[in-house]
């Protein structure tokens, strides 16, 4: 059981280019979720699924699309890479949307440097 | 979704209690208090869940008033590998589940 995992660990990009990350979940989980983090800060949410087949924005969604590919994938993709983009991005999963309460279980992250 | 208020950062020694204090004015009634652990380069790890009064598992407690305005991460008898961010999260998850990480509290621990 490997939980969430994520590829790639790091990447690095000149500005333009696009790259998705991928995201899986083995947990059966319902809902899966995107965030970034910058240097000293906290995470803010980028997109979620709340289920397979669904996506809706969080509070930072411009530049990102998403795909929930099957119940245990959620991709994040950047079409045009921007240097603000430089981030780390986390992947989590829940069993539901948090509709009884606040747990979510994350991946170990990838670590993006948009030149 | 309510706002929440942290200390910036704490210190502490090896085997001491540490107690982080959460203020979350405007909860709202359905509002769960989550508090998530976060290792340098590692995502962040759920520790404990409360809604009102006191909540304990194997990794540390949550003590949460009746006015449930703020509430209180403790952690027993602290070693090195507790350093790390902490934060409190407040909300129900209902209606986009909007979930909004502060900065946290860096507790250092100290041998």
């Known amino acids: 059981n490997a939980g969430v995992t994520q590829t790639p660990k790091f990447q690095v990009l000149k500005t333009g280019q696009s790259m998705t990350l991928q995201c899986a979940q083995d947990?059966?989980?319902?809902?899966m979720y995107w965030y970034r983090q910058d240097p000293g800060m906290g995470l803010r949410l980028i997109y979620y699924?709340?289920?397979?087949?669904?996506?809706d924005k969080g509070e930072v969604p411009n530049g990102y699309n998403v795909s929930r590919l099957n119940k245990r994938e959620f991709s994040l993709r950047l079409e045009s890479a921007a240097p603000s983009q430089t981030s780390v991005y986390f992947c989590?999963?829940?069993?539901?949307?948090?509709?009884?309460?606040?747990?979510?279980?994350f991946g170990p992250g990838t670590r993006l440097t948009v030149l | 979704l309510a706002k929440t208020t942290q200390p910036i950062s704490m210190d502490s020694y090896e085997g001491q209690e540490v107690n982080i204090t959460c203020s979350h004015n405007n909860i709202a009634t359905n509002d769960y208090i989550t508090w998530y652990q976060q290792f340098p380069s590692q995502g962040p790890r759920f520790i404990i869940q409360?809604?009102?009064t006191k909540v304990t598992n194997e990794v540390a407690s949550l003590f949460i008033p009746a006015d449930r305005k703020s509430s209180t991460l403790s952690l027993p008898r602290v070693s090195l590998s507790d350093t790390a961010v902490y934060y409190c999260?407040?909300?129900?998850?209902?209606?986009?589940?909007?979930?909004?990480f502060g900065a946290g509290t860096i507790l250092r621990v100290k041998s």
């Open positions: 699924s709340a289920s397979e087949g669904t996506t």
């Open positions: 947990m059966n989980h319902n809902s």
């Open positions: 999260l407040v909300g129900d998850g209902i209606g986009g589940n909007k979930l909004v």
């Open positions: 989590a999963s829940s069993e539901a949307l948090l509709v009884e309460g606040l747990t979510q279980y």
């Open positions: 409360g809604y009102k």
